[in-house]
């Protein structure tokens, strides 16, 4: 059983910048992908960025590339996610998740393990 224990989220003024950790236990393999998604008030979850385990390839949903970067530490389990450039459309609980990576990464349908979120405001 994958447990994942996000933390770093916080109230940042537009254009400041914030890291994200999620800390893993239980388990990882070298086949998972670990991926941030964020949900705002009255809105799906959408996918931000994943990183595979093994390779440590990344993939960006449109709206953060070039601001945010996904990065993962195997020594300490620990995926990060590097926000920069922030503005208030990034305003969301962010959700750390885990899966065997098999096909596709941005569904939120796919991932099997998930953390409890953590609160990113930012303000205009």
């Known amino acids: 059983q994958v447990r994942l224990v996000e933390s770093g989220g916080g109230l940042v003024q537009a254009g400041g910048s914030l890291r994200l950790s999620c800390v893993a236990s239980?388990?990882?393999?070298?086949?998972?992908?670990m991926s941030w998604f964020r949900q705002a008030p009255g809105k799906e979850r959408e996918f931000v960025a994943a990183i595979t385990w093994s390779g440590g390839n990344a993939y960006y949903t449109y709206s953060v590339r070039g601001r945010f970067t996904i990065s993962r530490h195997t020594f300490n389990n620990t995926v990060y996610l590097q926000m920069n450039t922030l503005k208030p459309e990034d305003t969301s609980n962010y959700y750390c998740a885990s899966k065997r990576y098999t096909t596709g990464y941005d569904s939120e349908r796919l991932y099997q393990y998930w953390g409890q979120g953590t609160q990113v405001t930012v303000s205009a």
């Open positions: 239980g388990g990882i393999l070298s086949d998972y992908i």
